[in-house]
């Protein structure tokens, strides 16, 4: 597949720019006199704050530098390059443009995530194919996409990283990358300016990486304690499954969490035909109301062990971003795979117990 990487480089300011004075003008079909912010998404700093009327909104003021901006109100909202020039902000659709740093990470971002659609959709044609295929196969094309993609969407950040080190464009284009190829990732914070690398998102993607590497594949699992955590109130360690000497499959989930609940076929299946002397399944409800997950566990049947009310316990430990996460532990506790769904979760335990006999 040939490949042109079409690298993006930006000018901070333009000519028609050098009064510093920006203006947003917003567009947003809701009630009149409902509240819009903008907020410096790095400061948390309120920059301003204005009322829609006649489905419209705007802001105006003077900028020293750009910033990574909120543009909304709730859940609707825009996080946008705010800087010198007259940007237009559509809420309803959630998009923004009209000034160069932000025109310049929107083209980014469209061709970076359209690889997303594109990885998706080779999978899908391949777990189609499956029943024709061998495991073994399956595996190694599945895996043969993830690099494919992974790839190209490293190539693409490193080209416009590369030539946008000092400002929010090549920030951005590289926070999208931090958790695809954190390799990469590093590199590339490593080589930003220093201001950029204090920008608060890239921050805490590099901080959240060198956690990450404490509880990366191969290395041995970090126990920890949760008090009450067993349906009957008693206490539990993650070590009273992990290292006893059988393949756990750990889920992390939440009763509210639609995806979690999407992954349940996946797992059931897997339990039922795995679950035994070599294998078991430990799901564990992260961020809920202990009452609310006994009710989603009465109602999606999920007869594996539970661990309740870890609350962020397990995410601050072992850096999970977002759930489903699912972390598959070797019998003596070390860290095989991370973040497997769907498909793979079937996939990858049966390779490794046949992988066994």
Request: glycine share 6%; hydrophobic share 35%; charged share 25%.
């Amino acid at each position: 597949m040939k490949n042109i990487i079409l690298p993006i480089l930006v000018s901070v300011f333009c000519a028609s720019c050098s009064k510093d004075i920006y203006r947003v003008n917003g567009m947003y079909k809701t009630a009149d006199d409902t509240e819009i912010y903008l907020i410096n998404l790095d400061s948390k700093d309120t920059i301003g704050i204005t009322t829609v009327k006649d489905n419209r909104f705007s802001f105006k003021g003077k900028l020293s530098e750009p910033v990574y901006a909120y543009i909304g109100q709730g859940r609707v909202r825009v996080s946008y390059i705010l800087e010198p020039g007259v940007a237009s902000i559509d809420l309803d659709e959630r998009i923004g443009h009209g000034t160069p740093l932000a025109d310049a990470y929107n083209k980014f971002h469209r061709r970076f995530y359209s690889y997303d659609a594109l990885r998706n959709n080779e999978r899908k044609v391949l777990t189609v194919e499956k029943e024709t295929i061998s495991l073994n196969e399956f595996n190694q094309r599945w895996e043969a996409i993830n690099d494919k993609y992974r790839i190209l969407q490293g190539q693409l950040t490193d080209s416009l990283v590369s030539i946008n080190k000092d400002n929010l464009v090549g920030a951005l284009a590289l926070d999208d990358m931090a958790f695809r190829d954190t390799t990469l990732f590093m590199r590339l914070y490593n080589e930003m300016s220093p201001r950029m690398q204090t920008f608060s998102l890239l921050r805490s993607d590099a901080e959240n990486i060198r956690l990450q590497s404490r509880t990366a594949p191969g290395k041995m699992f970090t126990d920890y304690l949760i008090k009450g955590g067993n349906p009957d109130g008693s206490d539990v360690r993650l070590s009273d499954y992990v290292g006893k000497g059988k393949y756990i499959l750990l889920d992390h989930w939440a009763s509210w969490c639609g995806p979690c609940k999407a992954e349940m076929p996946y797992l059931k299946k897997t339990w039922t035909d795995f679950a035994g002397d070599r294998f078991d399944i430990v799901s564990i409800a992260v961020n809920d109301k202990r009452e609310q997950t006994l009710h989603a566990l009465r109602q999606l049947d999920m007869p594996w062990h539970q661990i309740l009310d870890a609350q962020n316990i397990p995410s601050t430990l072992y850096n999970i971003k977002g759930i489903p996460h699912l972390i598959l532990f070797a019998p003596d506790g070390t860290i095989l795979r991370r973040d497997l769904r769907g498909e793979q979760i079937y996939t990858a335990i049966s390779q490794i117990l046949s992988e066994e006999k």
